[in-house]
């Protein structure tokens, strides 16, 4: 039984750097809105790490699956919102809405896509996103490029006061939640067949197709997963936190290179690496941009590039390697 | 009964005949040798038994049944495992990880969970004698040792047959003495068909092999028991050229000098 525990002593620190977010931002004044950015960070992190970093394949067009998770959350909230009595009901079918839309499109994508091989697939994924941003502008579904806004139609649901404390506080608490339970599953997989096998197929992908691996199988498994929780994530941040949504904002694939720097930053496939790396990628961004207004990103790629060379396993792998034979190498994978 | 059978296999790529009309047959705990010069075909023989290749002409049975157009991932749990000319270790996973992957997918059953695999990655760690190395990333080690860890991922799969691709290709004579050693006490003991591939070293083969396949130019040239195998002059003269060219040749350079 204390083994059992044991697997799971690598979340400590991982849950102790969101318990920090969540304390600093309700006891500092004026840290929240800060440490939203950060939790939003991490949560994108933890979740694009379950798909590039445990398969080692690169998702160009990772932001569609936010996108339709926004959507199906203001799907939710526009179509059902006159129904009386529902409350917040409607919240949780737009996240089942969310889910069952992202993992629609991951499949679609993933079976055709992941048929191809390492470069390949990212050239194949790279149009999804603006893809989907000019059918659902061109085709005019879900009001094409007017977008909905549905500030009106959540304060009918929650009341004004509720909504309000919806948009500024709860929403960022759920992308703690969603990262935390990102990093559960994660180490999860990684304790499982799952993550034996999509070691396995990252490290030599011939060599477990012969050792018995049905490597499509697994790497369909960690799409779905990584893509659902950029679902929860996008009907969270993108539609509760700020209820509109327009197409070009929500498929910009800015968010998806974000995601990569975040995920390399902090060290690819580890469960600590996406918290380290949403962190150093959040607060630098935040605070180059306070001090030098106009001029963050010429500082900010330059940091990139010494940190990527300086410790080309992420800023965990790094740390890994360092702890390896200490005490700490129980809580830091 | 046979456990594996080539029936007139074909495979090429563009122009190029790669294997041409190649049968074999392997009994259940037999060793065999399949012995050719570099382009030969022995590697592409091996992917089409393997699964990585489907072959455009011919059939592969393997214990009775009809495998020829199956994935790779569903002949493994069969019982056909391999190693790799040049070994593919999982480089950032530990020995212990690897050879654990093989008990994990590489049985039939599939019903191995993980804990059970570490277990039996141990067992195995102790049998190919890499203990010492059981928790280092295997990308570490040297040539020798990984060589020695993909027979070890190849045996947690339970192979009823092993298809070991240059196994020895750079390795210390002494070293290859102890392998072949190693090698044929495994497959004693677990009962598995050895098929060993080899391009030169010649000293394995017989070790190993109590029969030879020849290849030359992806068809079969002679199939036999090793030591007749190898004096076969047609076999010399693959590897060596016709006597009379070669003495030529050497007249040739004598009068350029």
């Known amino acids: ?333 | 009964m046979s456990l594996l059978k080539l029936e007139n296999i074909t495979k090429r790529f563009g122009g190029l005949v790669a294997v041409d009309r190649v049968s074999l047959e392997i009994k259940s705990g037999e060793s065999i040798g399949i012995v050719g010069p570099n382009g030969s075909g022995k590697t592409t023989l091996f992917n089409v038994i393997s699964g990585v290749f489907f072959p455009e002409e011919g059939k592969v049975i393997f214990d009775g049944q009809d495998i020829t157009t199956l994935p790779p991932y569903k002949r493994a749990p069969l019982g056909i495992g391999r190693t790799f000319q040049i070994s593919r270790p999982f480089h950032s996973a530990t020995v212990r990880e690897n050879i654990a992957v093989g008990a994990m997918f590489g049985t039939l059953s599939g019903k191995v969970s993980v804990d059970e695999s570490l277990d039996i990655a141990d067992y195995i760690i102790e049998r190919v004698g890499i203990k010492e190395h059981r928790d280092k990333p295997a990308g570490t080690l040297t040539p020798v040792e990984k060589k020695l860890m993909e027979i070890g991922r190849a045996l947690a799969m339970k192979p009823r047959i092993l298809l070991m691709d240059e196994a020895m290709a750079g390795m210390h004579p002494n070293d290859i003495d102890e392998m072949v050693g190693f090698i044929k006490k495994i497959a004693e003991e677990e009962k598995i068909a050895i098929v060993a591939m080899v391009e030169h070293i010649m000293r394995a083969v017989i070790g190993i092999a109590e029969k030879v396949i020849v290849l030359h130019q992806g068809a079969k040239l002679v199939d036999a028991p090793t030591k007749e195998a190898l004096e076969d002059p047609k076999v010399v003269e693959v590897y060596l050229g016709q006597p009379q060219d070669a003495r030529r040749w050497i007249k040739y350079w004598q009068q350029e000098e």
């Open chain 1, 1 to 333: 039984m204390r083994n059992e525990l044991e697997k799971y002593y690598p979340l400590i620190p991982v849950f102790a750097a969101y318990l920090a977010m969540f304390l600093i931002g309700k006891n500092v004044t004026g840290m929240w809105q800060l440490m939203g950015m950060l939790a939003f960070y991490c949560a994108l992190g933890q979740a694009f790490n379950i798909f590039l970093g445990m398969t080692g394949y690169v998702d160009f067009g990772y932001v569609a699956f936010m996108g339709v998770g926004t959507y199906g959350m203001a799907l939710g909230i526009t179509r059902l919102a006159h129904i009386e009595g529902l409350g917040v009901v409607i919240i949780i079918i737009g996240f089942i809405l969310s889910l069952l839309m992202s993992t629609m499109l991951s499949i679609a994508v993933g079976a055709v896509a992941l048929r191809l091989r390492g470069a390949y697939f990212a050239i194949a994924t790279i149009g999804v996103n603006e893809g989907f941003r000019y059918l659902i502008e061109g085709a005019r579904i879900w009001n094409g490029s007017e977008g909905m806004i549905f500030n009106a139609q959540l304060n009918q649901i929650l009341g004004r006061e509720a909504a309000s404390a919806l948009s500024t506080f709860w929403a960022d608490i759920m992308v703690l939640i969603i990262a935390a339970l990102a990093a559960f599953v994660t180490l999860y997989y990684m304790r499982s067949k799952i993550g034996y096998a999509l070691t396995a197929l990252r490290e030599d992908e011939d060599a477990a197709k012969v050792m018995g691996i049905n490597v499509t199988k697994y790497k369909i498994i960690a799409f779905i997963t990584s893509a659902c929780f950029a679902g929860l994530l996008g009907a969270v941040s993108w539609a509760l936190k700020t209820p509109y949504v327009f197409p070009p904002e929500v498929f910009e694939i800015h968010y998806t290179v974000e995601a990569i720097i975040i995920v390399l930053l902090g060290g690819a496939g580890t469960l600590l690496g996406p918290v380290a790396g949403g962190l150093i990628y959040g607060i630098s961004k935040y605070y180059l941009s306070i001090i030098l207004p106009g001029f963050q990103l010429l500082i900010f790629a330059p940091i990139i590039i010494i940190i990527i060379i300086l410790f080309p396993e992420g800023v965990v792998g790094m740390l890994k390697s360092k702890v390896k034979d200490s005490a700490l190498a129980r809580f830091i994978i």
